[in-house]
């Protein structure tokens, strides 16, 4: 048997349908070739998964800070840096990247970004400290985020141009899943390794791995069998990119769905907070974020090749049964803040709870993912992306702020009113129109 048959085996196997060669809203050049780059591109999305899994902003990078004796006031711009920087510049790059006809190089650059950046922060760690390591490691940050968002607006781009749309949410289930199985093991390393604190040339370690799995990421994933795709539009980069706001204005699914994205942030925005209470009601911290760790990959393992196959019938409703599942979970918590706080000192009660708040986080990220990516095709789709995540990066910028909430109406207080916008968020789903 060849090789070409058997990936083509393989894959029919892993889609679960005897059309596995059905090919819709990609041309037939690219259908001709969609086993080799649906397997391509679960290998590079899982080396660069397990990246992100290992260079954490919200455990790792806080802690090296922390070791390296970094001002508290720095430590905190981690998360938004991160996450809004990846995103907000991406109208501006979505000009660009739309004049060229093969735009995988674009995400293999981004990779490649992230690699130096993240092992320039292992160096940082072993060779500096104080204020001084604090400001290194920030402003490699930044060009870690820009080279995210490079990453980030090719990818939904090449997706679309080479996999077929019932077979997207599949892709990222996969992906998302194999990463979880290498989370599992870190987490239990940590659970092992509990007493024992890491020191700076330790996180230089990781962060390296970090680094080298997104150089081989990258290096996978300019296998990739792409075509040449539409190139129309140019001028000035800032005026076009603006101009494409009008897309808000004009086209009311996309504003709906980007309205809903925004909401559906309480699940990501909760989570520091049900970590922060566990910390609170426990003393066994150490061993909380080896639980915490192993939670999250689990949910990751399990749940995403469900909610990736689920996504391929209906991306709307995986959006709205995740949302389901973190808004009801925080206003369980609300409950039990109130009524049975003792509960919060069993130390496994609220890994758990994470565990669940990461089932319905997956949904969520999985589901609007491939409903961004099915909603429009061509350029439409990187104006798209591009659109959507600036205005999220934006609303991310301000998020921060809900924590200054907790000294009003406490933890569980916040994590509440997180899940009621959680509902109104899936209130505003069900108005959106089913595109599988």
């Known amino acids: 048997m060849s090789k070409k048959i058997k990936i083509d085996s393989l894959y029919e196997k892993l889609v679960n349908e005897e059309d596995a060669r059905v090919c819709k809203a990609i041309d037939e050049s690219a259908c001709k070739v969609v086993p080799g780059n649906f397997f391509i591109t679960i290998i590079s999305y899982f080396f660069n998964k397990l990246a992100d899994s290992v260079a954490n902003a919200k455990v790792v990078l806080p802690w090296i800070m922390e070791s390296l004796n970094v001002p508290i006031f720095l430590i905190s711009f981690l998360v938004p840096i991160r996450e809004s920087g990846s995103l907000l510049p991406q109208l501006v790059i979505a000009t660009y990247i739309r004049k060229m006809p093969i735009r995988k190089n674009i995400w293999v650059l981004g990779s490649f970004g992230q690699a130096l950046c993240m092992i320039g922060i292992a160096i940082v760690a072993i060779t500096l400290e104080g204020i001084a390591a604090g400001y290194a490691i920030i402003g490699l940050l930044i060009l870690f985020s820009l080279a995210r968002g490079l990453s980030s607006v090719a990818a939904k781009d090449v997706v679309g141009k080479t996999i077929p749309k019932t077979r997207r949410g599949a892709l990222n289930g996969w992906s998302a899943s194999a990463a979880g199985i290498l989370v599992i093991a870190l987490g239990i390393y940590f659970l092992i390794n509990g007493e024992k604190p890491?020191?700076?040339s330790n996180f230089a370690v990781l962060l390296s791995l970090a680094g080298l799995f997104w150089i081989i990421a990258g290096i996978v994933y300019s296998r990739i069998k792409e075509f040449d795709g539409e190139t129309e539009g140019g001028g000035n980069a800032a005026v076009v990119a603006f101009k494409k706001l009008s897309i808000l204005k004009t086209d009311k699914n996309f504003r709906l769905f980007v309205i809903t994205r925004a909401l559906f942030l309480c699940s990501v925005l909760s989570a520091p907070f049900y970590v922060v209470l566990a910390q609170k009601n426990s003393d066994s911290n150490t061993y909380l974020l080896g639980l915490f760790i192993l939670s999250s990959g689990m949910a990751n393992l399990f749940s995403a090749p469900i909610w990736g196959k689920f996504s391929d019938i209906s991306s709307r409703k995986v959006m709205i049964y995740g949302a389901l599942i973190c808004s009801v979970l925080g206003i369980f918590i609300f409950f039990m803040d109130m009524y049975f706080q003792s509960l919060f000192s069993i130390i496994w009660v609220m890994p758990i709870l994470y565990f669940i708040l990461s089932i319905g986080y997956q949904g969520i990220r999985i589901g609007r993912k491939t409903y961004l990516v099915d909603l429009a095709e061509?350029?439409?789709?990187?104006?798209?992306?591009?659109?959507?995540?600036?205005?999220?990066?934006?609303?991310?910028?301000?998020?921060?702020?809900?924590?200054?909430?907790?000294?009003?109406?406490s933890l569980a207080g916040v994590i509440l009113f997180l899940s009621i916008l959680g509902i109104i968020g899936i209130i505003l789903a069900l108005k959106l129109p089913e595109i599988e």
């Open 198 to 200: 890491f020191s700076p």
């Open 378 to 409: 061509g350029n439409k789709r990187t104006d798209y992306v591009a659109v959507s995540n600036t205005l999220i990066g934006i609303i991310l910028l301000f998020s921060g702020l809900i924590g200054t909430l907790s000294s009003i109406i």
